[in-house]
């Protein structure tokens, strides 16, 4: 491509409006056009890099034994309505729009439902089995926030693919075999290093999923991995123990103190001079049949509902004040476990196990107690649990180590429905023996357009974008300096020489400053920067950069071909 060509200039400034780096440097490189917040258009150059991403994705996938197809981004209603996701409590990203005959529709933020009542028509027998179907498609999902540029979009492109199988056992191994082409996707675009396959809350939808979370300062997520093992965790399910507080040696008596208007912890503690650790939090809870449970957890710390929720074995909702009021006697925020009805369960989070002279609401108005003491004023609990946020700091309780904490842009995500869905929306098979059973049904997503702004993030510097080889728009940046005869027929020869031999060019043609040319060759992030110039062909010579590196060579025309051959990696 002749860069005198190119419709798309580099330009000195992102819109204002415009926070994300990845972003900025993308619509400066003219990789992509911003219509609006979380919205934006791919590029010639863009569109190159996407396909180059799409490229390597399909080959993984097809190795799997995918199929590939394009769904419809117009939905039916009465689909979603089937599994219960048509509810926009229930999904909080739908666009919805109607047709002029009033028929309410959706625009697609997700497949399964479609992919897998199309399914129906195809699969009807174990012969059927496995199937495995993807799609690179545009999803629209109403994001409350956009603010992360292409990593979280309203409108953004997504690879996602459904297997059917005839039992878990089948289904596990090609779940396996997608978990193996995620890593290598990732691995490919250069990425392997420092992507790693999380464990995940399935959410309210799913038996099980994993996370693809690829650590990263501008991700919005938060990752604990393990020192020893790198066995890693999302922060909605990362197992945690917070670190030990020194215990007392003597205890204390316990004392009723008056605390009326201090909210939080500091200032509790502070009140009561004690360290924050020492105060504890009691929430109370309902299970789904209304039973109450005081749930204890350390001060300063948050309870993490999908963990009570397993303990609880119900799901949980924070009760009513009314039911707060007649349970504890006391105004909201001053519960704790002393003198509480007996028929109250109660949960403790293992943040307060071993605690000395600790704090801990009266179930009086205005009331704390301090100095309370396990076995002394309140019965030990026989088992404390887990049910806290993991925070930084926090220990793997396993191994007792200290998490590393990350931060993380999830670039893919797998999921087991286990039959569940395929009950819902009625897609079952008659097995070998004639008996019918329901599909078991995997569904796995990659964000190619997000994994595109984390390259950006990842790999940018201050001079701008650098591509890694396998997804960068050409391959090579060729500067002619001068437009003199000889430079010129040079730099043309050149240009369609390596384009011959299946490199590809991007060619810098225009009638621009040298420094002009360099540092727009650096904002687009070309990995190889070849230089052509009156004084160099004179020597014979090309000038030859990595994008990554600071200092150029002199290479021969053949020196240069055989580099390109074998290109580094970075
Ligand atoms: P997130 O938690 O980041 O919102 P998600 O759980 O909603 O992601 P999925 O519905 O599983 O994501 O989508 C599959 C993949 O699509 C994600 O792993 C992510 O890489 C990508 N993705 C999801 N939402 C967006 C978005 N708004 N913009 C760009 N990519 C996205
Ligand atoms: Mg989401």
């Given at each position: 491509?002749k860069?005198?060509?190119?419709f798309t ?6 819109p ?6 990845n972003a900025?440097?993308?619509?400066k490189?003219?990789?992509?056009h911003?219509?609006?917040a ?5 590029l010639p150059l ?5 396909e180059?991403?799409?490229a390597i ?14 769904m419809t981004s ?7 309505e089937t599994?219960?996701r048509?509810d926009?409590e229930?999904v909080d990203v739908?666009f ?6 009033g028929?309410?529709v959706?625009?697609?933020w997700s497949h399964?439902e479609?992919?897998t ?10 012969r ?6 993807y799609?690179f498609q545009t999803?629209?999902?109403n994001?409350?926030r956009?603010?992360s ?8 492109v ?7 199988s ?9 779940y396996?075999a997608i978990?193996e ?12 290093d420092?992507?790693f396959?999380?464990?995940a ?11 693809f979370?690829?650590?990263s300062e501008?991700?919005?997520?938060i990752?604990?991995r393990v ?12 197992p ?13 008596p ?15 503690a502070?009140?009561?001079g ?6 504890t939090?009691t929430?109370l809870?309902?299970?789904?049949d209304g ?5 204890v957890?350390?001060g300063?710390?948050?309870i ?11 799901s ?5 004040e009314?039911t ?16 509480l ?5 109660i949960i403790?989070?293992d ?7 600790f704090?801990?609401?009266a ?5 704390h ?9 309140l ?9 806290k946020?993991a925070v930084?700091?926090d220990l793997?309780p ?10 993380a842009?999830?670039v893919?995500n797998?999921?087991s429905?286990?039959?569940t869905?395929?009950?819902q ?11 019918e059973r ?7 997503g990659?964000g190619?357009?997000?994994?595109m ?5 990842h790999?940018?510097d ?11 728009p ?6 002619r ?6 430079v ?9 020489k390596?384009q ?6 991007l060619?810098?043609d225009r009638d621009?400053r040298?420094?002009e ?5 650096d904002?687009?992030?070309i ?11 004179a ?12 200092e ?13 051959r074998s290109?580094?990696?970075?």
């Amino acid at each position: 491509m002749k860069m005198s060509r190119l419709f798309t200039k580099t330009r000195k400034q992102a819109p204002a409006d415009e926070v994300a780096r990845n972003a900025q440097l993308l619509i400066k490189a003219g990789y992509i056009h911003k219509e609006m917040a979380g919205v934006y258009a791919y590029l010639p150059l863009g569109l190159k890099v996407i396909e180059n991403i799409k490229a390597i994705v399909r080959e993984e996938m097809n190795a799997t034994g995918g199929q590939e197809l394009i769904m419809t981004s117009l939905q039916r209603k009465e689909l979603w309505e089937t599994t219960d996701r048509w509810d926009d409590e229930k999904v909080d990203v739908w666009f919805k729009s109607s047709l002029k005959n009033g028929t309410e529709v959706g625009f697609g933020w997700s497949h399964e439902e479609q992919i897998t009542e199309m399914m129906k028509n195809y699969i009807t027998s174990y012969r059927d089995l496995p199937a495995n179907v993807y799609q690179f498609q545009t999803k629209l999902r109403n994001e409350l926030r956009a603010k992360s540029g292409i990593m979280r979009g309203r409108e953004f492109v997504m690879k996602d693919a459904y297997t059917y199988s005839r039992s878990d056992e089948e289904h596990q191994k090609i779940y396996d075999a997608i978990t193996e082409a995620y890593l290598r996707v990732f691995e490919r675009v250069g990425l392997g290093d420092v992507t790693f396959v999380t464990f995940a809350s399935g959410g309210a939808f799913t038996q099980y999923s994993h996370e693809f979370q690829t650590l990263s300062e501008a991700g919005e997520d938060i990752v604990f991995r393990v020192p020893s093992t790198g066995e890693t965790f999302n922060e909605e399910i990362a197992p945690a123990k917070a670190a030990a507080v020194k215990a007392d040696k003597e205890l204390l008596p316990m004392q009723s103190i008056e605390g009326k208007g201090v909210i939080g912890v500091e200032a509790l503690a502070k009140q009561m001079g004690i360290a924050p650790e020492k105060t504890t939090k009691t929430m109370l809870y309902q299970a789904a049949d209304g039973a109450v449970i005081a749930v204890v957890i350390r001060g300063g710390r948050k309870i993490n509902e999908e963990k009570l929720a397993a303990i609880a074995g119900s799901s949980v909702k924070l009760a009513d004040e009314a039911t707060v009021k007649r349970v504890t006697g006391a105004e909201i925020g001053y519960a704790g476990l002393l003198n509480l009805p007996s028929d109250v369960r109660i949960i403790v989070d293992d943040s307060c196990a071993g605690l000395t002279n600790f704090e801990m609401g009266a179930n009086k108005t205005n009331y704390h107690n301090c100095n309370v003491n396990w076995g002394r004023d309140l019965p030990e609990p026989e088992q404390f649990y887990d049910i806290k946020i993991a925070v930084s700091g926090d220990l793997h309780p396993e191994t007792g180590e200290v998490y590393e904490v990350h931060k993380a842009a999830e670039v893919g995500n797998i999921f087991s429905f286990g039959t569940t869905k395929s009950e819902q929306l009625g897609l079952y098979f008659s097995d070998e023996d004639g008996t019918e059973r329901p599909v078991v049904l995997g569904s796995y997503g990659i964000g190619i357009t997000r994994l595109m702004g984390v390259l950006v993030e990842h790999f940018a510097d201050e001079r701008g974008i650098v591509w890694p080889e396998n997804v960068a728009p050409y391959q090579v940046v060729l500067v002619r300096l001068g437009a003199s005869d000889e430079v010129t027929a040079e730099a043309d020869a050149l240009y369609e020489k390596l384009q011959s031999s299946g490199v590809t060019v991007l060619y810098d043609d225009r009638d621009a400053r040298a420094g002009e040319k360099f540092a727009d060759a650096d904002l687009i992030g070309i990995p190889h920067r070849v230089v052509i110039s009156e004084k160099l062909v004179a020597a014979g010579k090309v000038e030859y950069k990595h994008r990554t590196k600071a200092e150029p060579e002199l290479l021969t025309t053949k020196e240069l071909e055989k580099r390109l051959r074998s290109p580094m990696k970075h």
